[in-house]
């Protein structure tokens, strides 16, 4: 992996050429390492930390987040995720349905380019969709299309060239959404070049800005600029609006260990840290050479109480655990004031966020002890699962159990790794536990995530028919005003059963030398790369 | 010879079939679902197992065991459930980078702590056994982790000497491949001195009370040849013994390290396997973990003989 080393800040050049002589004693053709960057754009490499390696190259398919981070600056969608997390067109120029709702007629853009230079034309958007839709794709969302859950794709045909038409079999206020959905790999549409004659998966051939090029596995994937790519004429906006690859090369470098990572980027080896820890942040500020992007994202940190359990099933305890904790403090404490509190399942940075939803939890110690006496509760252990991979969850974990203390409820700590915890979680194995949800871009699916029948899915957290008959109308219906009124009332309802408790939204850090310019955190916490500048001295 | 080494070979495969069953079993006694890691906590129970069908993960435990058997003794380890890449030449590809830092480490901390051992037993309780073995001390106590992150820090960062992360293998680049392995290989080179000075000190100082030093110094030989000639080949068999434990102990176990110099190493590659529970990918490296200690203390116990005549393989 050739990761530039940048001039020393602090060694002598004299000190810098003894070593070099040292190497070349060692015989090593010493200096090379030290090749640097090129100028702006041209020539230039910008280097991201990501914590582990990617799953696969197919959008959508095989992944994980840094999955999807990389691979949506490769492949694009008929629409995509607007700033404030609406739907825009992307590869569409305008989408039109149908009065039932059950029909959708896509316009395409005239002359966008696939990377391999092929223009885009409505039968790759039918062959990238029918590849999505046969269960062999694996295709993450796949259960949100083939009827199982929203809605299901009766037909997806090419009228024209220009255009793409998908017949639904009921309507969905959600459609376009799922589509657009980053962890969906944003439905990208695809050549057909993308698989092998066997049908086998190569490598994507997408629109994005940037094209892949290299994956060296457990080291970096690369990608390099699509020179024949067709920007929309809007500024950036989301993952739609204007693109510019302005950097030749984004290189993602696989860094597992924090500090590692921390060291990188203050000497210069790597170019953007993604999500450094709140403790990290506070000290990056302080440096003069690093710049840091702090913005409230989706994710939702929040504690499960199990309905099932024998002494949680008594909402009153779970009430008192409730009003034994002082939320907004625990949201400061854990991530060093980055995140504030939020006790709603819709997230603080969604425009369905009012001050409804705003209302939350207040500590009350009296009021829990009353609630506990009432309830009968003497003490009996109440174990709470974490983990220590998210070091929120953990430190959330540990000052719930300081403050429920105080209140007399008795809370023992369960520390699991991530994949056993995600294990009981599915299994509604627990009788508590911190949870993170990763981030769901409209309320419904935050309130789809968290609530339905626990006989067939235990890992739902709330069993309630008041708020799964509401979640039903805010699925279809497609009146914003309407959709508020449902997300106001399940609120409420959810503080009244609390089955969970919501601290906050997490807050994505994007830690970056002083030479990186242009980037801009955003609510979905995912990195874009496009319309960022690497200037050649910072 | 050959005929010991048959049976040294032939007593080898009951070990690894144990392993393999032991393998197998802890494997999937360990909580956590690899398709669930996979899809996410949201993935639709239809899809998980239609996934779950298509890894072979819904078949009866049994069958599953006798099927990677199969498969592991024709040179199949399987695929990964996280990349879908063959497991047995993305753990050789790994092993090449965990072995080149490991052997080299250890031959330089061996160049380095038998003769400081040997010095130190012969000048024991004096000052300089006393520095020896105080700086040995010390550099087995220090986690290899935090002097890899200090030394890190220190040339990667402060001085900005050194790349700080990355890899690139010696066989493309040369001179690239050497600057990033040298802090863990330094890293590694003083934590193990440490251990092995403390050893090679130790079994001096046994040799050293034995009849025959005794008797060679009262016959006239000079020091310097009984350490050489009496001392030195007695006192490296149990030497050897730990460096061969060592150098099977990192081959498998520097994950750390090679966490914390982004290595992408044997070591890494377990843990990332760990984590995602990618069953293949784990089973194939413990096995093959298995199979590098079965070697290893093959290659030791043939040594035996070069250094003490009177181990014999009969």
Redesign the interface.
């Known amino acids: 992996?050739?990761?530039p080393?940048?001039?020393?800040?602090?060694?002598t050049a004299r000190?810098?050429r003894l070593?070099q002589a040292t190497?070349w004693a060692?015989g090593?053709?010493?200096g090379?390492?030290f090749a640097q960057t090129g100028g702006t754009g041209t020539g230039q490499t910008l280097r991201i930390q990501i914590n582990?390696?990617i799953?696969?190259t197919d959008p959508g398919g095989?992944?994980?987040d840094n999955t999807d981070n990389v691979l949506l600056h490769v492949g694009e969608g008929l629409v995509a995720l607007r700033e404030d997390t609406s739907i825009g067109p992307m590869l569409a120029s305008k989408v039109d349905t149908s009065a039932d709702g059950l029909t959708y007629t896509f316009t395409l853009r005239d002359g966008v380019k696939f990377q391999n230079g092929a223009t885009l034309v409505a039968d790759d958007v039918v062959w990238s969709w029918q590849r999505y839709l046969r269960?062999a794709s694996?295709w993450?969302c796949?259960?949100e299309f083939d009827g199982?859950?929203m809605t299901k794709v009766l037909s997806v045909e090419a009228p024209n060239p220009k255009t793409v038409v998908f017949k639904l079999e009921r309507a969905s206020a959600l459609f376009l959404t799922m589509m657009a959905r980053p962890?969906c790999g944003s439905a990208a549409i695809l050549h057909r070049s993308s698989v092998g004659p066997d049908g086998q998966w190569k490598e994507p051939v997408g629109t994005g800005p940037y094209k892949f090029k290299e994956w060296?596995?457990?080291?970096?994937v690369e990608l390099t600029r699509f020179d024949g790519y067709t920007s929309r004429a809007e500024p950036r906006d989301g993952l739609t609006g204007g693109k510019k690859a302005e950097v030749e090369n984004l290189r993602f470098?696989?860094?597992?260990?924090s500090?590692?990572?921390k060291?990188?980027l203050?000497?210069?080896?790597?170019d953007a840290f993604i999500s450094p820890s709140p403790a990290d942040v506070v000290e990056m500020r302080k440096r003069s050479d690093v710049v840091v992007d702090n913005t409230p994202v989706m994710t939702m940190i929040a504690l499960l109480l199990q309905t099932n359990d024998p002494v949680l099933k008594d909402v009153r305890v779970r009430r008192a655990l409730a009003l034994a904790l002082d939320t907004p403090e625990i949201a400061s404490t854990v991530t060093e004031g980055l995140s504030v509190v939020n006790n709603s399942v819709v997230p603080s940075s969604s425009p369905y966020y009012d001050a409804v939803q705003a209302t939350g939890f207040k500590r009350d110690l009296s009021a829990a002890k009353k609630l506990l006496a009432e309830a009968g509760y003497r003490g009996q252990p109440i174990r709470m699962i974490a983990n220590k991979?998210y070091e929120s969850l953990y430190s959330s974990a540990v000052l719930v159990q300081a403050m429920a203390s105080e209140a007399g409820i008795n809370i023992e700590l369960e520390v699991l790794?991530?994949?056993?915890q995600?294990?009981?979680?599915?299994k509604g194995q627990y009788q508590s536990m911190a949870f993170i949800?990763?981030a769901r871009i409209d309320p419904s699916l935050n309130y789809e995530?968290v609530s339905g029948d626990k006989a067939t899915?235990p890992?739902k957290a709330w069993d309630s028919p008041y708020a799964q008959a509401r979640l039903t109308e805010s699925m279809v219906s497609r009146d914003k005003a309407r959709r508020q009124v449902l997300f106001d009332e399940m609120h409420k309802q959810m503080l009244q059963d609390v089955p969970m408790i919501v601290l906050f939204n997490a807050s994505d850090a994007t830690a970056m030398r002083k030479s990186v310019t242009g980037f801009k955190g955003w609510a979905p916490a995912k990195p874009r790369f496009w319309n960022v500048r690497l200037d050649a001295s910072p | 010879m050959p005929l010991y080494l048959l049976r040294r070979i032939a007593m080898t495969i009951p070990t690894l079939l144990l392993v393999s069953i032991a393998v197998f079993t802890l494997m999937r006694l360990?909580?956590?679902?690899p398709v669930?890691?996979?899809?996410?906590?949201?993935?639709?129970?239809?899809?998980l197992e239609?996934?779950r069908h298509?890894m072979g993960l819904d078949q009866p435990l049994v069958t599953q065991y006798f099927v990677w058997l199969r498969h592991a003794l024709a040179g199949d380890l399987g695929v990964s459930t996280?990349?879908?890449?063959a497991v047995l030449p993305?753990i050789w590809e790994?092993f090449h980078v965990s072995a080149v830092i490991v052997l080299t480490a250890v031959a330089l901390a061996s160049l380095i702590a038998v003769p400081a051992g040997l010095i130190a037993a012969w000048r024991k309780d004096r000052p300089t056994d006393l520095a020896i073995i105080g700086a040995a001390t010390l550099l087995l106590s220090v986690p290899s982790f935090w002097l890899g992150?200090l030394l890190?820090?220190f040339f990667?960062?402060?001085?900005?000497?050194?790349?700080?992360?990355?890899?690139?293998p010696m066989s493309e680049?040369?001179?690239?491949g050497?600057?990033?392995v040298i802090l863990p290989i330094v890293t590694l080179v003083l934590v193990e001195t440490g251990v092995l000075t403390r050893m090679s000190r130790a079994s001096t100082i046994e040799i050293l009370r034995l009849e025959y030093v005794t008797h060679a110094r009262a016959k006239g030989v000079p020091e310097s040849q009984v350490l050489r000639r009496h001392v030195l080949p007695n006192a490296f068999n149990p030497t050897l013994t730990m460096i061969g434990l060592i150098l099977g102990h990192l081959l498998s176990g520097i994950a750390v390290l090679e966490?914390?110099?982004?290595l992408?190493g044997l070591g890494?590659?377990m843990i990332?396997s760990i984590?995602?529970?990618d069953y293949p990918v784990l089973q194939g490296c413990l096995l093959f973990t298995a199979c590098i200690y079965v070697v290893i203390n093959l290659i030791v116990d043939m040594c035996y003989p070069l250094f003490d005549p009177r181990v014999s393989v009969q």
């Not at chain 1, 995600?422 to 599915?426: A, G, H, I, V, W």
């Not at chain 2, 996280?82 to 890449?85: E, Q």
């Not at chain 2, 966490?259 to 982004?262: A, E, G, Q």
């Open positions: 992996m050739n990761v080393v940048p001039p020393p800040r602090h060694p000190s810098r070593l190497a060692l090593l053709a010493a090379t390492a582990s390696d799953r696969s095989n992944r994980d269960p694996n993450r796949l259960p199982k859950g962890d060296k596995r457990g080291q970096y470098v696989v860094i597992p260990d500090a590692a990572a060291a990188a203050y000497s210069g080896g790597l991979r790794d991530w994949a056993t995600l294990d009981r979680y599915t949800y990763s995530m899915q890992r | 360990i909580p956590g679902d669930l890691l996979m899809l996410g906590e949201g993935a639709d129970p239809a899809q239609l996934m298509q996280t990349n879908g890449l993305l790994r992150l890190l820090m990667g960062q402060f001085l900005g000497w050194l790349p700080v992360v990355g890899y690139v680049n040369f001179s690239q050497v600057l990033y966490t914390v110099f982004t992408p890494r590659l990332d984590f995602a529970r």
